[in-house]
DNA sequence: CAGGATCCTATCCGATACTG
DNA sequence: CAGTATCGGATAGGATCCTG
């Protein structure tokens, strides 16, 4: 699962060419997709939130688990991370332009799962 | 990871509400962001596949995570199973209606990643 | 407050082998 | 063809303790 063959998929010709898996996008998918990246980037679309307001709008997320989904997430340049040097010290999270752009798509599909369980439920 | 509370989520007027983890659309966002459900949907988007395609089409899946993450999606009420009773057995696998809604912000957000890298890359 | 380091467990997931 | 069952390694992730 580490290649980089990239196949151009852009020969869409096939009957069910999609992407290969071996694209570049596929390691950022996994960090937006992972089990607390999705929740971390619909929280911070309303508002920058500070580390421990991160933690406690996202019931059950350990410190080890956040700052971990955060670092990967702004490796990916999808969150943005200010520090303010005071004391103590202060940091904000928020989205980048590009955190922004996806987070649309995320809360759609949280929108329309939490819009289709009521009606069938259990 | 197993409550059942159920917070409404309604009240929508805290600073950061957002959902507490514990509604019941989370198991479904749990399998719909899957390692490899967001494939499968993906793959099913433009049209129905059998079990031998979409292994073909997701590379790098293995029989066992597709028949998995395929059950999972389906107990979902995500995708439906069509059994063919003939010899050999054919299956096929397609979006419901439900599935496809939920495709289409995927397929948006896929879009926007691959959209966004290029540009920047490593 | 904002995390890093460590430990230890649960689960994910791939490989292999077997069934209808 | 379309799966299921089992095993074992890898990894995710929680709890706890510690630092600037």
Redesign the pocket.
Known sequence: ?SEGAQLTHTESAKRYDVFHTDCPARDVVDHVT???GIWVLISLRSNDL????L?DSIH??????L?????ALVKDGLVR?E?EPTT??????GLTEFGQSVGEPLRDLFDRITQWLPPRDT
């Open positions: 699962m992972s089990r607390w500070r580390f421990y307001e933690r059950g997320m350990s410190e080890k688990m700052s971990q989904t955060l670092r991370r520090v103590p010290p202060q940091v904000t999270y």
